[in-house]
């Protein structure tokens, strides 16, 4: 079956008016809403309602309190969000490649050699690959005397159960910068790759209101847009915006290579459609067997649709063929 077209969801609603801001401790049916940031001008300290300590470094005094935040690994991720921040506030990292912390060293960020060394901190940004993110939480999660601890990882799940069973005094919320290259590693850090570009924020068990507001208030100095939603939405999602494509562009970069001779001549709708092909192959392997799950029925639905329009060239239905493709259509549309 053709899905609906988007548009037909969309008739008759009216907007509705979004709160300013939104903290974990509210709960309800709805598992996605939007945090307007704006107004959040002065990040605050996670340990109370005054200031921060006077940053040290390279925090630059722009008319905001800097405050202390810790980034633990320095990937193209964590690179890119203390590059960001680094401006105005004092900002630490940590990774356990040597090649990574030199790098960044080099390029003015303050280094520590041990990963609890982050602390203390108001915030630490745990930015590792997603197999580490949890024990980077434990080891930090004892010694966190109030930090916020955000992780920066793909999946939301493993994150949410452990939070649930983390010491009652520590702060935890979830975080998915929704942007990124083929790229890796430090030399591919960018602080403006958050720019304009979607931080989703998912409360656990350990998100208080003020956790929540240091999140959100991150995400905002690094040029992004908030988004909260629950674990299990998020990891559904991702199953069908992330995995499911970078299935789908490798199903077409291997098909791809029945092209040869021309293979190398292929123009920009080849080369755009299979660039997830090009993510490192441990991080696309991460990504797929760390939500398998959902993974396999976003990969079902990509074999579905592909069955349909098969069975519709087969058939001659240039009528369905040319449905399906006006539908695909309408969805791509609501990305613009």
Do not use: W
């Amino acid at each position: 079956m053709v899905p609906r077209r988007a548009d037909r969801a969309r008739r008759g609603r009216r907007r509705r008016r979004r709160p300013a801001c939104r903290g974990a401790s509210q709960s309800g049916p709805r598992a996605l809403r939007r945090i307007p940031i704006a107004q959040l001008r002065q990040l605050p300290s996670a340990h109370g309602c005054g200031p921060a300590r006077r940053a040290r470094g390279r925090a630059h005094r722009t008319g905001r309190h800097a405050v202390r935040i810790g980034v633990a690994g320095l990937g193209l991720i964590g690179g890119s969000l203390a590059l960001a921040l680094r401006g105005t506030h004092e900002v630490t990292g940590y990774d356990t490649d040597e090649r990574a912390r030199a790098a960044a060293k080099a390029d003015g960020i303050r280094i520590v050699t041990r990963l609890d060394e982050l602390l203390p901190a108001d915030a630490v940004l745990v930015a590792t690959p997603i197999p580490a993110i949890v024990p980077a939480l434990e080891r930090l999660a004892p010694h966190s005397d109030g930090a916020v601890l955000i992780d920066t990882g793909s999946l939301k799940r493993a994150v949410a159960e452990y939070a649930a069973r983390a010491p009652a005094a520590t702060r935890i919320v979830g975080g998915h910068p929704m942007a990124g290259t083929t790229s890796a590693g430090f030399s591919a850090a960018d602080p403006s790759l958050f720019r304009g570009r979607a931080f989703l924020l998912v409360p656990t068990a350990r998100s208080d209101d003020a956790a929540m507001t240091v999140a959100g208030a991150i995400a905002g100095e690094i040029g992004a847009v908030v988004t909260v939603c629950s674990a299990d939405v998020h990891d559904r999602a991702m199953a069908r915006l992330v995995a499911g494509p970078l299935a789908a562009a490798a199903a077409l970069a291997v098909a791809g290579a029945q092209a040869e001779p021309l293979l190398r001549s292929a123009g920009p709708g080849f080369r755009d459609s299979t660039r997830l092909a090009d993510t490192p192959a441990d991080l696309a392997t991460d990504l797929l067997f760390g939500n398998s799950a959902d993974a396999a029925a976003a990969i079902g639905s990509i074999v579905e649709g592909l069955t349909q329009l098969r069975d519709a060239l087969e058939r001659g239905d240039r009528e369905y063929a040319r449905s399906f493709l006006r539908a695909a259509r309408s969805v791509r549309s609501e990305l613009s």
